[in-house]
């Protein structure tokens, strides 16, 4: 850009990610197969105020959030991989390494679910793979796996141009789909229920809000992708206009594809429909071939979110393992400067959870619900950190507004929170049950520093989430005993 100085540029900048490689990340993370899921995610619990309600708030709270990514990647640039960075730094080594552990795991969860919905898709073609949990599905998704695996194994840069082929790809069918429908939109059909309260299973307006909460921040879980990969970033500027970039585009996109739906098929009937359910309103409006091509721009897309997530998942615990918040096995490198052994952690878990796809007869909608309960944590402290420097003045120039940037921080913060809130009990349960066996792993990268491992207060927060993670698991056993 004309505006880039000396200091904007890393060292090594030529081979590294400039802004289109950076922007395709924020996109190719965010875009996979939450938005082809859309149109029946928010009809089954919603009415088309309470949607339109419903991406308000997202709109607000996930700006807030795309403004504090913006504002920590020039305010903080020796802060890499993000969300987890920025924890560490505002609130000490432990919740730090919380907000890392819990992105890993969102991401590499988010991966299994990506995995599962691709063969669901294909099923349209091959029926044996049926809901994508079947035998066939999971060999399928398990040779999926390891070939991206080796993919990235040839180096990041490579990965990224890849990703960036697949990015445009994938957003030209949903361009298509939304001019499509957009015509044949009937106004009759939208306005007949618009509050929903036609459908009395739908609850009050609140209701039906908070049942769309999850389902837009799955769809917005990546708008950090940039920052995740700011040390590799050519152009440090390039984080922030990545990501307003990458948000612009997607707000756009969910906005229309799930509210137009519902100009073409009611909410009764959208709310029912298989998924992807993007494939059933555009073969209503123009026949078979509108399903199949949606139907290959799925498996397009989630190819494309899963090769971005990979590279995300396996870069958070990578860094962190080298700045000593993980243990140090996670920094092992190749030659190529790829996070081998945490690559190789990462993508076992997968196959390992794909396995139990296979016995659980895991959903993709119960995967993608824990994935958006897991991000929650660097979510939240990501809004504090920035609402913390502005509070304390610290990397602002004397004299320098900081109410605005206080302001955004809270608002962030808040949205995360009640984000939290409309979850409900049973994915902070699963949350718990997945955060405590983290403390072991901070445990063991504490002492490899030689450092201590607790404050008071940090024992205290371990304790607590160890209880309530052994409490949780306790409760879905009897549950599971119980539906035997």
Not at 168 to 173: Q, R, W
Request: proline share 3%; charged share 10%; glycine share 10%.
């Amino acid at each position: 850009m004309s505006d880039m100085t000396v200091s904007d540029k890393s060292p090594g900048a030529g081979d590294k990610l400039r802004l289109g490689a950076l922007a395709a990340l924020v996109i190719g993370s965010m875009v996979g197969s939450g938005v082809f899921s859309l149109p029946q995610n928010m009809a089954a619990g919603a009415g088309p105020l309470a949607i339109l309600i419903g991406w308000g708030i997202t709109a607000v709270g996930m700006l807030a959030l795309v403004f504090v990514y913006q504002s920590l990647a020039l305010r903080k640039p020796e802060l890499d991989a993000g969300p987890y960075a920025y924890a560490k730094a505002g609130f000490g080594p432990f919740l730090g390494f919380n907000s890392a552990w819990g992105y890993w795991i969102s991401a590499w969860v988010g991966n299994v679910s990506y995995a599962v919905v691709v063969f669901s898709a294909l099923s349209y073609f091959f029926p044996a793979f049926g809901d994508g949990n079947t035998w066939q599905a999971v060999l399928g998704a398990s040779v999926l796996v390891w070939a991206v695996h080796f993919l990235i194994l040839g180096g990041v840069k490579q990965a990224a141009v890849v990703n960036t082929v697949v990015t445009v790809a994938k957003i030209a069918p949903i361009v298509l789909f939304v001019l499509v429908v957009a015509l044949a939109f009937k106004v009759d059909i939208f306005s007949a229920d618009f509050s929903g309260k036609g459908n009395a299973s739908l609850g009050t307006v609140m209701d039906q809000v908070k049942s769309t909460m999850l389902v837009t921040l799955w769809v917005f879980i990546g708008i950090e992708g940039a920052s995740v990969y700011s040390a590799r970033a050519a152009v440090r500027r390039d984080i922030a206009r990545a990501t307003v970039l990458g948000f612009l585009t997607c707000i756009i996109l969910y906005a229309l594809v799930s509210l137009l739906s519902l100009g073409i098929i009611s909410q009764a009937e959208l709310g029912q429909m298989k998924n992807p359910s993007m494939a059933g309103v555009m073969e209503a409006v123009v026949g078979p071939w509108g399903a199949v091509l949606i139907n290959l721009a799925l498996v397009v897309s989630v190819l494309g979110a899963y090769l971005s997530w990979t590279m995300l998942a396996a870069e958070v615990p990578h860094v962190a393992g080298k700045d000593g918040t993980m243990p140090r096995f996670f920094a092992k490198e190749n030659d190529r400067k790829v996070p081998v052994t945490s690559l190789l952690v990462t993508n076992a878990l997968v196959q390992l959870f794909l396995i139990i796809t296979l016995f659980a007869q895991s959903t993709y909608q119960a995967l993608f619900s824990i994935a958006s309960s897991m991000i929650l944590v660097p979510y939240i402290f990501s809004g504090a950190y920035a609402a913390k420097l502005a509070l304390t003045g610290e990397n602002y120039a004397a004299g320098e507004n900081r109410i605005g940037p206080m302001l955004v921080g809270l608002l962030a913060t808040v949205y995360g929170i009640w984000l939290v809130y409309a979850a409900g009990l049973s994915y902070l349960f699963m949350c718990a049950v997945l955060y405590a066996p983290g403390v072991v792993f901070y445990i063991w990268a504490r002492k490899e520093r030689q450092e201590r491992s607790f404050t008071a207060i940090e024992a205290i927060l371990a304790v607590a989430l160890v209880l309530a993670g052994l409490y949780a698991a306790y409760e879905m056993w009897i549950g599971a005993v119980s539906a035997l």
